[in-house]
Structure formats: structure tokens, C-alpha cells
């Protein structure tokens, strides 16, 4: 049966020159190009979204086309990879103890009346609410190279090119917020805020023991930490995305999905203050990312 990759990446951001970052379309490309030479996708079944095309529009479209896909049994499984900006705005839907839902950026994000404009940004409720149409016997894999909330990135990263957190303030927040995105060098330190998880009722998608079984999610870092966009071998990409595909190319996907985020995790701490995440049950923690 087939397959569906939909891979993001956006570095400009077309309302916040300031937003701007290096490493997200390489990410999206690097993610595609993974997708055909070592997951087995032909390049049919593979979408990328940069920049301009990467409107909340276009990629929920993507999405939603291949959610209708897998309920009418045309695909068997969905990637789905996104890295650009990770912010916050108001719940509405009263489901957030800080009253704050966790969002990702896309190209054309927007303010309205204070907060995001929910036409311009995409929230893990419409995550969930989509992915959770899913049939059960679709294998869902996500990867959210962003930042969901941040305290600031460690000294000890900073050099001629010093990586930069993928995290926005909110509009009430932009007056640290955009000095902190622009400089690079410290975010406003905050709460930290419940990071989407895979493992309750809110995030990329729902799963437990009886619900979302084959449903897993990567995440570029803790909730209290921020995903870098940093500088690999006369190249930009993120922090998360490069370990990430260079276990999987020097192993040729051999590896558990736990052992790969081990060998991340490894190889990423005392240069990177973020710690990889992967959620999702036993049996697939224990199994190669094969789609």
C-alpha cells in the first residue's frame, strides 16, 4: 500500500523578517531526501513545503488530503515532518492549565487582536483533532523540530555561528521576544510550558495503551528547552534534524527508534542544551522507523 511524506521547513516567515532562521529548509530537504533513499518512499508519495509554500493553508491541506487518503485505505502510513518556529497563544477550548495552547509557525503567521490570528498559525488541538481521524491500523510518525517553550540556550553554544533557538514569544510578549529571536542569545526566561505530547488527549496526535497504538512522536527537546538552529559542516540545519538523520544514514535505519534517540542524545549533549524526545508505546520504541 502506499505511503505519504509531508516534509516543512521555513526560514522566512513573510509578515517577521526578524523571525528569520538558517537550517529549517534544509531540514525539510534533508527529511525528503532521507524519506526516498533510506525509508523506501518513492518520490511520488513525498511532499515538501518551504518558505512561501509552507502557508497554514497549504500544509493543513497536505495534511487533510492524506488523512481522507488514509481513511479511504489508500495509505498505509504518514510522516510528517515540520520545523520552523514553535509559540504559544490563548486556549480557547479550556483544555490548558496555563491557559496557553502550544503552536507552530508557519510562512505567513500573523497578529490579530493581540494574540496570533488562528487563520496564520496552527495549534496542537488542530493537530490532534486531525490526526486523531486516523484509522487505527495507520502508522503515524511526526517529527516537530521547534520549541515549545524556552529558558534560554547555554553559553557554551555560542560561537561564529551560534545556534538560535526556534522559539517566538507571543504578540503580548514580542518586546523580549523578537530581542531575543534577533540577538540569538537568551529567551526570555518563562514557566515551562505542558509540551504537546503524543501520550494525552492533546498534541500531535492522541495515543495511550488503547488509543493512537501506532502513533509516535519526535521532538527536538524537552519542554523547558529549546531547539537550536545550528551551523554542521559549512551548513545550516536543526540541531534535532542532523543527529537524527545521521544516525539513520551511518546505521541504515538498523536501530530501534530507542536506540536512535539514545545515539542522539549522546552525541548531542555538552554541545546542545536540548535532549531529544521520542513518545510512543513499548512495541514501536522497540522498533526501526520503517513506514
Known amino acids: ?27 525539510a530537504n534533508d527529511m ?9 518512499y ?13 502557508t497554514k493553508g497549504a500544509i493543513m491541506s497536505a495534511l ?11 495509505i498505509s502510513s504518514l510522516l510528517f515532518a515540520w ?20 503552536a507552530f509557525v508557519p510562512h505567513d503567521i500573523a497578529e490579530k487582536a493581540g494574540d496570533w490570528d488562528p487563520e496564520h498559525i496552527v495549534t496542537d488541538d488542530e493537530f490532534h483533532d486531525l490526526f486523531s481521524q486516523l484509522p487505527s491500523n495507520v502508522l503515524l510518525e511526526v517529527y516537530l523540530d521547534t520549541c515549545h517553550s524556552g529558558s534560554g540556550l547555554r ?16 504578540p503580548s510578549r514580542q518586546g523580549v521576544g523578537r ?13 515551562p510550558a ?52 545521521k544516525v539513520l544514514r551511518d546505521t541504515n535505519n538498523s536501530l530501534s527508534r530507542a536506540k536512535v534517540v539514545a545515539q542522539m542524545r549522546t552525541a548531542m549533549k555538552g554541545k546542545f542544551s536540548q535532549t531529544p524526545q521520542l513518545e510512543t508505546n513499548a512495541t514501536n520504541r522497540n522498533s526501526v522507523v520503517l513506514l
Open 42 to 54: 518513492k518520490a511520488s508519495e513525498v511532499t515538501v513545503l518551504t518558505d512561501a509554500k509552507a
Open 32 to 40: 525528503a531526501a532521507l524519506c526516498k533513499q533510506v525509508l523506501g
Open 155 to 170: 553559553g557554551a553554544e555560542f560561537g561564529l555561528h551560534a545556534p538560535r533557538a526556534r522559539y517566538v514569544a507571543p
Open 1 to 27: 500500500m502506499a505511503k505519504r511524506a509531508i516534509c516543512v521547513g521555513i526560514n522566512k516567515f513573510a509578515n517577521y523578517p526578524q523571525f528569520a532562521l538558517n537550517g529549517c529548509v534544509n531540514d
Open 194 to 245: 505542558k509540551k504537546p505530547t503524543l501520550a494525552s488527549q492533546k498534541g500531535a496526535a492522541a495515543t495511550s495503551a488503547t488509543d493512537g497504538l501506532h502513533h509516535i512522536l519526535w521532538s527536538g527537546c524537552k519542554a523547558d528547552q529549546t531547539s537550536a538552529d545550528a551551523y554542521f559542516n559549512g551548513r545550516y540545519n536543526g540541531a534535532f534534524t542532523y543527529h537524527y538523520i
Open 83 to 102: 520545523s520552523s518556529h514553535g509559540t504559544q497563544m490563548t486556549d480557547t477550548s479550556g483544555d490548558e492549565p496555563d491557559g496557553k495552547d502550544e
Open 179 to 191: 530581542q531575543a529571536v534577533v540577538n540569538g542569545f537568551t529567551l526570555a526566561s518563562r514557566t
Open 64 to 74: 487533510g488530503l492524506a488523512v481522507k487518503d488514509a481513511k479511504a485505505g489508500k
